[in-house]
């Protein structure tokens, strides 16, 4: 199983940077999605997350300014980044859930120069 994130980077602030995240080895379409974020010294924190149906949920920091969705026809999900602040600077990881079974993507930095 491997999830491979991609899309971060240095970002100026206000920025849309889109981040991807591509699942092979799984059934993708049957797993909820996320996108989870840490910063150094800090627990890793949701960020969104994405079921198998559509269904979506997002962390308070985030809401109006972030959009996960999904692909499954390319086993990826996509996490849409807008009005990015400087405190959105840190590690984004990716993950697939289903039942008991739990996958995490390797990470990807992103930093938001102010």
């Known amino acids: 199983v491997q999830l491979a994130e991609s899309g971060g980077g240095l970002v100026q602030a206000g920025g849309s940077p889109r981040l991807s995240c591509v699942a092979s080895?799984?059934?993708?379409?049957?797993?909820?999605m996320g996108w989870y974020r840490q910063a150094p010294g800090n627990q890793r924190e949701l960020v969104a997350t994405i079921t198998s149906g559509g269904s979506t949920t997002y962390a308070d920091s985030v809401k109006g300014r972030f959009t996960i969705s999904r692909d499954n026809a390319k086993n990826t999900v996509y996490l849409q980044m807008n009005s990015l602040k400087p405190e959105d600077t840190t590690i984004y990881y990716c993950?697939?859930?289903?039942?008991?079974?739990?996958?995490w993507g390797q990470g990807i930095q992103v930093t938001v120069s102010s």
């Open positions: 080895g799984i059934s993708f379409s049957i797993y909820t």
């Open positions: 993950r697939a859930t289903r039942a008991y079974t739990n996958y």
